[in-house]
């Protein structure tokens, strides 16, 4: 008993240190953001600087989609960063960069509590934070906002395991008007719960689409709407130049190794794919999976198809999938998983952290092959989530989910 003891309280000092680094760390990291953003860091801040164009565009009534390369978003974001666009610029990064962090850590922290990943243990939790940091340090270095998407989609998953599916659909719809493609999840969601899900996801999509014309004229609204929507609708991103292309999996299987595949055959891929992941959570439901590992194969292979298989996927995409990543490789060592798998994930962390370091920025390379490691990283991601998934032996047997 007195051993015990004694190892419960070294589990807690470590546990207590490790968060204190945890927190430390990130604190640092957001603290010289602000400062070089205030001392003349502006320019670097580009996404940011993006939305905020929009939120005066807004205001004055200026066109938002007259650059192909500038903001590309819904509307209703038009009008969710017009407050940061009336205070001075320095005030502005801040609360965004607070909201971005606050809401990605917070999905996370939501995420973890809700017990989805099976047997997860609380002590894990602070290394999870520290081995993200340098994950997102990219995305909150040009103000991005995936970091907000990302956690959207956490808390989704998190309202869903605990049946608040207002929550759940809100918090999909919003992360839909600014991305788009989050909808697939939403869209996996209603595959197993589609009598209490569905009605409330489309619900949610219609309120938020209508919501902009409350902030300014219905026919300039409407205009802007159509411009969005023509935009998005001729936006191939396939025939992007070099630096701009998508890097996925269409840029291993084209760019890299030049298959001679047609854009209509990847696009089928893209969409058989998605399918895929749908009929696993039926198979999953058929077998009498609990409901906690439906939503965490959702989860992880969603995040793995919106960056090697979606429609817009740039290297800061990649943070969508960095939860789940980091997830699954604490656990894996926690777990004592086989070598095999522990190797796995370790490698599709290690291309993470290949391309976060920024090595080609510091060598001046921009040659094709430096951004081969992030859609490698998703492959062995890939291969790592089937096997874990369908091997019942990693899950404790439970009552089978019922869909509704």
Not at 93 to 115: D, K, T
Not at 249 to 259: G, S, V
Not at 262 to 280: F, K, P, S
């Amino acid at each position: 008993m007195e051993a015990t003891t004694r190892q419960l309280n070294g589990f807690w000092k470590r546990d207590r240190s490790l968060s204190c680094i945890a927190c430390l760390a990130w604190g640092v990291a957001l603290i010289a953001l602000v400062l070089r953003f205030s001392t003349g860091g502006s320019h670097r801040v580009y996404a940011f600087n993006d939305y905020i164009g929009a939120g005066s565009h807004w205001i004055h009534g200026g066109d938002l989609y007259s650059n192909w390369r500038g903001f590309i978003y819904s509307p209703l974001v038009a009008v969710f960063f017009v407050p940061f666009a009336i205070l001075p610029p320095v005030i502005a990064y801040l609360l965004w960069l607070l909201l971005n962090v606050s809401v990605f850590l917070g999905g996370l922290a939501a995420l973890l509590q809700s017990i989805i990943v099976s047997n997860f243990k609380r002590e894990s939790t602070a290394l999870i934070y520290l081995l993200l940091l340098p994950c997102a340090l990219g995305n909150l270095d040009v103000g991005q906002a995936n970091p907000l998407v990302a956690g959207l989609l956490m808390f989704a998953l998190a309202a869903v395991h605990h049946e608040r599916w207002d929550i759940a659909s809100l918090c999909i719809a919003l992360a839909t008007f600014f991305k788009i493609y989050p909808i697939a999840l939403g869209l996996l969601i209603c595959v197993i719960a589609p009598r209490r899900f569905a009605w409330r996801l489309l619900l949610a999509l219609l309120v938020l689409a209508v919501a902009p014309y409350l902030f300014q004229h219905w026919s300039w609204v409407t205009e802007q709407y159509r411009d969005w929507i023509t935009t998005r609708a001729s936006d191939n991103r396939l025939n992007y130049p070099t630096k701009y292309t998508p890097i996925d999996l269409w840029f291993l299987l084209h760019t890299i190794a030049h298959f001679p595949i047609a854009a209509w055959v990847y696009t089928l891929i893209q969409i058989i794919t998605g399918v895929l992941i749908a009929l696993c959570s039926l198979w999953g439901l058929w077998k009498g999976w609990d409901l906690r590992r439906v939503l965490c194969g959702q989860y992880f292979l969603v995040s793995i198809w919106m960056t090697l298989c979606g429609p817009a996927t740039e290297a800061h995409t990649y943070l969508l999938m960095a939860p789940a990543l980091v997830v699954a490789l604490v656990k894996a060592f926690r777990d004592r998983q086989p070598v095999l798998l522990r190797t796995i994930v370790c490698g599709a962390f290690f291309f993470q952290l290949i391309h976060t370091s920024r090595m080609n920025y510091f060598m001046h390379n921009k040659a094709e092959w430096v951004f081969i490691p992030q859609p490698l990283s998703a492959l062995l991601f890939l291969v790592y989530c089937l096997i874990w998934l369908l091997n019942d032996s990693f899950w404790p047997r439970t009552a089978s989910a019922q869909g509704g």
